[in-house]
């Protein structure tokens, strides 16, 4: 089935410790999204890649990067994760974000736990 | 500015009908309203997605007044598992994709 895998679902970094988090595709889309979404909060979108073009959005922080080597994969770089930064990271894609009426396929999060 | 307002949490008895409605006063003309349904610790799922007037797909409907200044999704006769998070979304493309707080429907037997 085609779809949107994340790895790892669960994730343990510390303080400070660099971490990536990998997310990958079959749907063949162009739009690549990373969310944050903390206890009982609503998703918050970090940035999104429509192919290689990267859009940050404005309250994202530096310590946030993300890389899309490919059409398939898509990455998120946590520098130097601190406490605040623990939560559920949702990745997700859409066909064309050029289309108005474009719905977005969630992968199923990777929980991460900074100690 | 919030974008969306939903009630922040719902009760129903199983087999009824639900209806959430979501507030968004400044909907832009080229903004679309998409539902989604999330379970814990699963990311969020397409329900419905509209412009104006009445959508209806196997799973829901959405009634979208004239003014388009808030959107009703209904839930025939809903049983235990549609017990979830349902977010409003209004949007356009991927221009200013703030997911509202979202409604808690809980489903009790």
């Known amino acids: 089935d085609a779809m949107v895998i994340q790895n790892p679902r669960y994730q343990v970094t510390q303080f400070g410790k660099p971490v990536t988090l990998s997310c990958s595709q079959t749907l063949n889309h162009n739009v690549m999204y990373w969310y944050q979404q903390k206890s009982s909060q609503a998703p918050k979108l970090l940035f999104h890649y429509y192919d290689k073009d990267f859009n940050n959005e404005a309250d994202t922080p530096d310590n946030f990067q993300s890389r899309r080597p490919n059409t398939s994969f898509c990455f998120l770089d946590i520098r130097s994760p601190g406490l605040g930064d623990a939560a559920m990271y949702l990745c997700?894609?859409?066909?064309?974000?050029?289309?108005?009426?474009?719905?977005?396929?969630f992968g199923p999060g990777t929980r991460l736990t900074v100690l | 500015l919030a974008k969306t307002t939903q009630p922040i949490s719902m009760d129903s008895y199983e087999g009824q009908e639900v209806n959430i409605t979501c507030s968004h006063n400044?909907?832009?003309?080229?903004?679309?309203i998409t539902w989604y349904q999330q379970f814990p610790s699963q990311g969020p799922r397409f329900i419905i997605q509209g412009y104006k007037t009445k959508v209806t797909n196997e799973v829901a409907s959405l009634f979208i007044p004239a003014d388009r200044k808030s959107s009703t999704l209904s839930l025939p006769r809903v049983s235990l598992s549609d017990t979830a998070v349902y977010y409003c979304?209004?949007?356009?493309?991927?221009?200013?994709?703030?997911f509202g707080t979202g409604t808690r429907l809980t489903v009790i037997p």
């Open positions: 997700a894609t859409s066909r064309d974000v050029a289309r108005r009426a474009d719905t977005q396929y």
């Open positions: 400044n909907i832009a003309t080229n903004d679309y």
């Open positions: 979304l209004v949007a356009a493309g991927a221009n200013n994709l703030f």
